[in-house]
């Protein structure tokens, strides 16, 4: 009995598997302060932080923001009956005092969060309102990655309490009892909307913002597909 082999074709097709390194929270800091011009945060920042500021302020806006080891950018921001800023930057070089500048004299609370295993920023989300649940989102687009960011409030909230997310600084006022900023973040090992909120006792007005922290895409080895005819 004899086999003809009319004809046969191989392929072999490889390529890396991808997956998503892991963003992680580092360390956060907050101050505020009635009337300045600029106001200092001291915070440990390591080398390769990801720094993410958000500034609550009445009566003017922020003109820059120095001393976090790299060149800070402004990545959102919105106006309610106050407005909250976000400002950001990667691959901090270390420091110990983060300061923002205003551009004229304010009121002002902010507070600074440290990042490990950021690869950029991405999406951001704003949202302002009247009531007793801030809240803000953005959209992922990486598993395991991070939004980051706060809200600024008028007085008596009353008790905050996480929704979505992890509250770094809950309703923090220190000097002003007229302002107050709650900061913090949230994660998801999925992509798509992810959303950062608390809830408060009291009615207030809000405004928030929030930043995406993507992680790397790290190899998982590698996958193949064989095909033949």
């Not at 923001?65 to 990667?90: D, F, H, P, S, Y």
Request: with cysteine; hydrophobic share 40%; aromatic share 6%.
């Amino acid at each position: 009995m004899r086999r003809t082999l009319l004809g046969c074709l191989l392929v072999l097709l490889l390529w890396p598997g991808l997956g998503w390194g892991a963003v992680a929270f580092r360390a956060s800091a907050v101050n505020d302060a009635a009337g300045v011009t600029a106001i200092n945060i001291t915070i440990a920042l390591n080398a390769g932080d990801t720094v993410v500021v958000t500034v609550d302020e009445a009566l003017s806006t922020v003109s820059s923001v120095t001393g976090a080891g790299c060149t800070m950018t402004q990545k959102a921001t919105v106006t309610g009956v106050r407005q909250t800023e976000i400002w950001g930057c990667l691959n901090s070089s270390g420091g110990s005092t983060v300061t923002v500048n205003m551009v004229g004299s304010a009121n002002v609370n902010v507070s600074v969060h440290a990042y490990t295993g950021v690869d950029a920023f991405g999406n951001t989300g704003t949202n302002s309102g009247i009531g007793t649940n801030p809240t803000v989102s953005a959209t992922l687009q990486d598993a395991n990655g991070y939004i980051a960011g706060g809200f600024g409030m008028d007085a008596a909230t009353g008790a905050c309490s996480a929704q979505n997310g992890t509250i770094r600084h809950s309703c923090f006022f220190n000097s002003q009892a007229s302002q107050l900023l709650t900061s913090g973040d949230n994660t998801s090992g999925a992509t798509g909307a992810l959303t950062f909120s608390f809830t408060t006792t009291n009615s207030t007005n809000w405004q928030g913002a929030v930043v995406e922290l993507r992680p790397p895409a790290i190899a998982t080895g590698r996958k193949f597909l064989l095909l033949g005819v």
